[in-house]
């Protein structure tokens, strides 16, 4: 079940370390960190209000360091809910297989932070294949497709302490 801009999701599975099943949540936070400190990356973060920021960092061309643009958007209530739903495949799944990394591979780690102060942590290596992350990275990604076609927020300097501010009320499109 979803429900209204607050997105309710009726998880019929136990969340991963704990004993509830059958909770009805509200997701609070999503957020992708995908910054590798040598290539650059992407890091998201998206309210249940729709309000997305994200950075988008990359290697300077004098090879200086790194450099980032960050946008702000407003996802659909279309949107988050398709969101939710990629969120509840993935956290439904098998948990990708724990392995030690290649030097330099990168780790998306994508975290979900619901009302009742649960958090779910998915993450894989670059390398490994797991379907229901992929799907939900990839759907994450999308939304930096569509946020590259706004104006920049900021652009400068890679900040990789940086952390949005929460969100004032922003007006939602359908």
Not at 110 to 132: P, V
Request: charged residues 20%.
């Amino acid at each position: 079940m979803l429900c209204g801009i607050g997105l309710c999701a009726l998880f019929l599975f136990p969340y991963p370390g704990h004993t509830k099943t059958m909770s009805d949540d509200t997701l609070v936070t999503l957020r992708l960190d995908d910054v590798h400190l040598l290539h650059g990356g992407q890091n998201i973060m998206i309210w249940s209000d729709g309000t997305e920021l994200f950075q988008l960092v990359a290697r300077r061309q004098d090879a200086s360091g790194l450099y980032e643009k960050r946008y702000k958007l407003v996802i659909s209530s279309e949107g988050m809910r398709h969101l939710t739903q990629v969120l509840i495949m993935a956290a439904a799944a098998e948990p990708p297989t724990t392995r030690h990394g290649f030097p330099d591979e990168p780790r998306p780690m994508i975290t979900a932070t619901f009302l009742s102060g649960i958090s779910l942590r998915l993450s894989k290596w670059a390398d490994d294949k797991h379907r229901e992350f992929d799907g939900l990275y990839a759907a994450l990604l999308s939304e930096i497709d569509k946020g590259q076609q706004t104006t920049p927020i900021y652009e400068g300097p890679y900040d990789p302490h940086w952390l949005p501010d929460r969100p004032s009320s922003p007006s939602r499109s359908n």
